[in-house]
């Protein structure tokens, strides 16, 4: 007999898939500590259980108050589960929790308790089911994201931490040990969360079902949480495990959509340019913003940019026009930063381990009250701030080299929790300076993403980004830089393109753009989109679907064979 967990499985879709994996006779463990949509806890109603409505439809099945946020007490759930039936052969992690929180709003706590359960949770059923499942050479892990993790959603800590979730399955999943897979679904339906949002959505008087906090999505039509059950156990089981590796599939249980990662869009040369600011100069306006509104290249044709390469314009020293604010704890960062921003007219105030003419707090701050009165402080000092650019470092050992890939993916994403909500609390103080001073401030954000967990943080702190102008009334301009390659080898064109960014008018179309700089070159990453959709009416999933499927994904062999 099969083994699965369902963490979540107490209400919901983490039921509904519960019981749909008792009908086809797995056992399953439910996974849930009994807490309201918020995460506090709450008194049972009186009524069955998942696993007793399991029991009694002729399945086997138990119950586990267990949470995903403690990490001994899942060990020894999956470990014991081993050693009672021998295997642990699926776990299914839908746990979640929902607190108002948003690019400029929600308290820390709420965003630190959400983090916790959806991310630092997935981590943890990952750290205790991976090892188990690599020893047995099998298992099935499948993770649960969401719509506002790769739409332009202003869920502030639920889209941060979903977008993390499809970045670490897209990584782990293809270096997932022998007979082990990892995937994700990304699910719509009339869930606790979601009737929570409709409630506040009618009390502020609107009745469409759609608002920032849905990326445009309608709430007001979505299937209840019984039509995802048969689509979470397909997307659990065999036939789809036996060839899907590290994807995400959306569902609303009448339908399946293959969500493609971020992919390069346009790709350009910083190496050996004549002059690099002149280059982004003609860049930004010619390929980057058109790709970024397209989400498409408008290559193909002529070149666009050749002469850029080459030319040296003459330019004349700016003089000083604004003040721009530079927060690191790499003194070299803070000095090629603050290099490329005053060459732009912007005199730098340094916060951390740089300090210029116009010496900030020798450390950054921590925390969100402490981080705004920190940045509202040397607005106060230094005069009016025009830009705030912040590039904290992930510096961390590296595992040893005998490390399997999939562990080693695991340790770099030790602590990412802390590091996304440093990174929210300092585009929320450049929201809160906007506010204050009805002004407009642009915020770069320099993410080290030289590992596994670095990426999952660029790709969390874009997904805030996205929703920066519609939540500040057009005041903030966010914009994220995925920092791919050595310092060494990309302080120049990070600290120019930041610069670019910082302090020109065609740059405002890159907000939230997914940007990224390599050791010779910088480009611009789509954002993760649905790429095709299979249609079949639901809630049961036909025999069919798993070959249309693996058709979209993986492409259609019949056809591939074809002379």
């Given amino acids: 007999m099969s083994v699965a967990v369902v963490t979540g499985g107490a209400v919901g ?35 069955r259980s998942t696993a007793e409505r399991i029991v009694t439809a002729g399945g086997r099945a138990r119950a586990s108050n267990v949470s995903v946020t403690d990490a001994a007490a899942v060990g020894e759930l999956f470990s014991g589960l081993v050693d009672e039936f021998g295997s642990l052969d699926a776990v299914v992690n839908v746990a979640g ?13 709420d965003w630190r308790a959400v983090l916790a359960v959806h991310l630092d949770g997935y981590l943890t059923v990952l750290r205790a089911a991976l090892p188990i499942m690599a020893a047995a050479g099998h298992g099935r892990i499948l993770g649960v994201t969401s719509g506002s993790g790769w739409r332009a959603a202003d869920a502030g800590a639920y889209s941060a931490a979903k977008r993390a979730v499809a970045a670490l399955t897209w990584r782990i999943g293809h270096v997932a040990p022998p007979g082990v897979t990892v995937n994700a679904l990304s ?7 979601v009737l929570g949002a409709l409630q506040r959505q009618a009390g502020a008087g609107n009745t469409s079902g759609r608002d920032a906090a849905t990326g445009g999505v309608s709430l007001g039509a979505v299937p209840p949480p019984e039509h995802l059950g048969p689509v979470g156990a397909y997307l659990a089981g065999d036939p789809f495990s036996s060839w899907c590796q590290g994807q995400i599939v959306f569902s609303n249980g009448a339908e399946l959509a293959w969500v493609v990662p971020p992919h390069l869009l346009e790709v350009v040369r910083s190496a050996d340019v004549a002059s690099l600011p002149h280059l982004l100069d003609a860049l930004g306006p010619a390929v980057l913003g058109p790709a970024e509104a397209a989400q498409a290249t408008n290559g193909g044709g002529n070149p666009r940019v050749v002469s850029a390469f080459d030319d040296v314009p003459d330019v004349r020293p700016a003089t000083t026009t604004a003040r721009g604010v530079v927060v690191t704890d790499d003194a070299s960062w803070g000095a090629a930063l603050a ?3 005053a060459a732009r007219g912007i005199e730098c105030v340094g916060v951390g381990a740089w300090q210029g003419r116009e010496r900030g707090p020798d450390q950054p701050a921590r925390g969100f009250d402490a981080i705004t009165g920190q940045l509202a402080a040397v607005a106060r000092d230094a005069g009016p701030v025009d830009v705030v650019v912040v590039a904290l470092t992930d510096a961390r050992d590296h595992s040893p080299p005998e490390v399997p890939a999939w562990q080693r993916v ?4 030790s602590g990412i929790t802390d590091r996304i909500r440093t990174d929210a609390a300092w585009v929320r103080a450049v929201s809160d300076l906007a506010a204050a001073t009805e002004a407009p401030v642009r915020v770069v954000t320099v993410v080290d993403a030289t590992t596994a967990g670095g990426k999952s943080r660029a790709q969390s702190a874009a997904q805030l980004a996205r929703a920066a102008h519609g939540a500040t009334a057009d005041r ?5 830089i995925s920092v791919e390659a050595a310092p060494e080898s990309t302080l120049l064109p990070v600290s120019e393109l930041s610069a670019y960014l910082a302090c020109t008018p065609d740059a405002g179309a890159l907000s ?6 390599d050791a010779e070159w910088i480009g611009l990453r789509s954002h993760p989109a649905p790429a095709a959709t299979i249609s079949f009416g639901g809630p049961v999933v036909p025999d069919w679907v798993d070959a249309a499927l693996r058709a979209v994904v993986v492409g259609d062999a019949r056809r591939s064979e074809t002379p």
């Fill in 339 to 341: 290099e490329a921003l």
């Fill in 97 to 109: 929790i929902s607190r108002p929180t948003g690019f400029a709003t929600g308290v820390e706590d």
């Fill in 410 to 413: 695991l340790d770099e994403h």
């Fill in 512 to 517: 939230g753009a997914e940007l990224v700089a």
């Fill in 476 to 480: 903030v301009d966010a914009f994220v």
């Fill in 13 to 47: 879709i983490g039921a509904a898939i519960a019981e749909e994996l008792g009908r086809q006779g797995v056992f399953v463990v439910t996974v849930d500590p009994g807490v309201a949509v918020d995460g506090t806890p709450q008194h049972g109603g009186g009524e």
């Fill in 187 to 193: 699910p719509i339906a009339a869930t606790r969360m």
